[in-house]
């Protein structure tokens, strides 16, 4: 009876963490890869998204599908207007394209979101720019909730 002690915690151990991760809020992401000037999808084009260590590689159409991917909490300080979305970091990197961040991309809870579609800009097309960086800003409801929140 004693050698099934080993198996048995190993079993509960499982378990814990099964249901730890389902506290978790997560979502999934379909992000589409396209050229920025022909608007041609980009095969190949490498996905990462940093705070969940997930990678994807786009298909023939540009597309990759990026699932569980972590929502980070909303900033303590914005909680009086609480908003339904997560935030993530997308990063691609495809040959021949400059190197792209997209920061604070919204993840919804057990949802798939169809989008973002991502702009690519081919190497030497932009002079003196190196990398491409853009922010995905909230809806504008809520920014209009926060500023009638924390108005003076």
């Not at 009876?1 to 509960?12: D, E, G, N, Q």
């Not at 050229?35 to 041609?40: F, G, I, M, N, T």
Request: hydrophobic letters at 40%; proline letters at 8%; one cysteine or more.
């Amino acid at each position: 009876m004693w050698y099934m002690v080993p198996a048995v915690c190993i079993a509960l151990g499982f378990l814990v963490l099964t249901l730890a991760r389902q506290k978790q809020p997560f979502g999934h992401m379909k992000v589409t890869v396209v050229d920025a000037y022909s608007l041609h999808a980009i095969e190949q084009a490498q996905i990462v998204l940093p705070e969940g260590n997930i990678h994807a590689t786009t298909d023939e159409n540009g597309v990759a599908y990026l699932y569980s991917i972590p929502l980070s909490p909303q900033q303590p300080s914005l909680k009086e207007v609480p908003c339904d979305y997560g935030e993530t970091t997308i990063l691609v990197y495809a040959e021949g394209y400059l190197p792209f961040a997209l920061f604070h991309a919204h993840v919804y809870d057990g949802r798939l979101r169809n989008g973002p579609t991502l702009y690519l800009f081919p190497e030497g097309t932009e002079d003196g720019i190196d990398v491409i960086s853009m922010i995905e800003s909230p809806k504008e409801d809520w920014v209009e909730q926060l500023l009638d929140a924390y108005a003076p």
